[in-house]
């Protein structure tokens, strides 16, 4: 079960939080925090498994306890919000295959706006932090293209 939650676990972030696995690889860490994740979620599977509930419904109960301060994901919010309200640049950026590596480099830009506004799951569709991403994503791109062009 350590092995299949683990996978789910990588997996997981491979595809909602490309920005954290980059960052866990830049750092060698990425093995030592997914043993950590699954020891501190390892009481909840042992009460499952003690209960003898359906495999599936203790991977998805653990896997949502697993990914709780991985959601929501900055790197779908923004990526949503690129291709949304930013079409052309998304598009650019998505045909240049930089896409992935942009969206890292905005979250990086909007973590003080993220961190401001306090980000969660809660908030994730005010309006009052939609507009600050989007004017951090706004100076980002200016910033960007006169850089390109300067």
Same mark, same amino acid.
């Given at each position: 079960?350590?092995?299949?939650?683990?996978?789910?676990?990588?997996?997981?972030?491979?595809?909602?939080?490309?920005?954290?696995?980059?960052?866990?690889?830049?750092?060698?860490?990425?093995?030592?925090?997914?043993?950590?994740?699954?020891?501190?979620?390892?009481?909840?599977?042992?009460? #499952? @498994?003690? +209960?003898?509930?359906? /495999? %599936?419904?203790?991977?998805?109960?653990?896997?949502?306890? !697993? *990914?709780?301060?991985?959601?929501?994901?900055?790197?779908?919010?923004?990526?949503? #919000? @690129?291709? +949304?309200?930013?079409? /052309? %640049?998304?598009?650019?950026?998505?045909?240049?295959?930089? !896409? *992935?590596?942009?969206?890292?480099?905005?979250?990086?830009?909007?973590?003080?706006?993220?961190?401001?506004?306090?980000?969660?799951?809660?908030?994730?569709?005010?309006?009052?932090?939609?507009?600050?991403?989007?004017?951090?994503?706004?100076?980002?791109?200016?910033?960007?293209?006169?850089?390109?062009?300067?």
């Amino acid at each position: 079960m350590q092995a299949i939650l683990i996978e789910k676990l990588r997996s997981y972030i491979v595809q909602n939080n490309p920005d954290v696995m980059l960052r866990l690889q830049e750092d060698f860490s990425l093995t030592r925090y997914l043993e950590q994740k699954f020891q501190n979620v390892q009481p909840l599977l042992e009460n #499952l @498994l003690a +209960e003898n509930k359906p /495999q %599936y419904i203790i991977e998805e109960l653990c896997l949502n306890d !697993l *990914t709780k301060d991985l959601r929501p994901s900055k790197f779908n919010y923004i990526r949503s #919000l @690129l291709e +949304e309200e930013f079409e /052309q %640049y998304f598009a650019r950026m998505k045909e240049a295959g930089m !896409l *992935t590596y942009e969206i890292v480099n905005l979250i990086n830009s909007c973590e003080p706006v993220f961190e401001a506004l306090r980000f969660s799951e809660e908030n994730e569709n005010n309006g009052a932090l939609q507009n600050a991403i989007q004017g951090t994503i706004q100076q980002y791109i200016e910033q960007a293209t006169e850089s390109a062009s300067g």
